[in-house]
Nanobody
Framework: QVQLVESGGGLVQAGGSLRLSCAAS????????VGWFRQVPGKEREFVAA????????YSANSAKGRFTISRDNGKNTVDLQMNSLKPEDTAVYYC?????????????????WGQGTQVTVSS
């Protein structure tokens, strides 16, 4: 089992920045790929970015490229999502998730463990 806890959400004006953090406990976190997803009410959970277990590879959704950066510190069991140039359409609950895979899955069904989420609200 892996337990994930997100933090760092909040209210920010458009153009601002937030840094989300995902803290893991339980089984060896460094064995898992980690992804960030987001969801707004009435819509499906949307892939944002993922990072491989070895910190070697990352992949981001088109909506995140150039603005969001995913990184991890396996020594601290954390994965961060730095979000810059935020837009009102980035408003959502953001979730981190862990997957037992060597790839960078973009489908939420490929992830085994999920955090509870953190709210990000971007005002115009």
């Amino acid at each position: 089992q892996v337990q994930l806890v997100e933090s760092g959400g909040g209210l920010v004006q458009a153009g601002g920045s937030l840094r989300l953090s995902c803290a893991a406990s339980g089984r060896t976190f460094s064995h898992y790929a980690v992804g960030w997803f987001r969801q707004v009410p009435g819509k499906e959970r949307e892939f944002v970015a993922a990072i491989s277990w070895d910190n070697y590879s990352t992949y981001s959704a088109n909506s995140a490229k150039g603005r969001f950066t995913i990184s991890r510190d396996n020594g601290k069991n954390t994965v961060d999502l730095q979000m810059n140039s935020l837009k009102p359409e980035d408003t959502a609950v953001y979730y981190c998730a862990a997957a037992t895979t060597t790839g960078l899955p973009v489908s939420s069904t490929m992830y085994d463990y999920w955090g509870q989420g953190t709210q990000v609200t971007v005002s115009s």
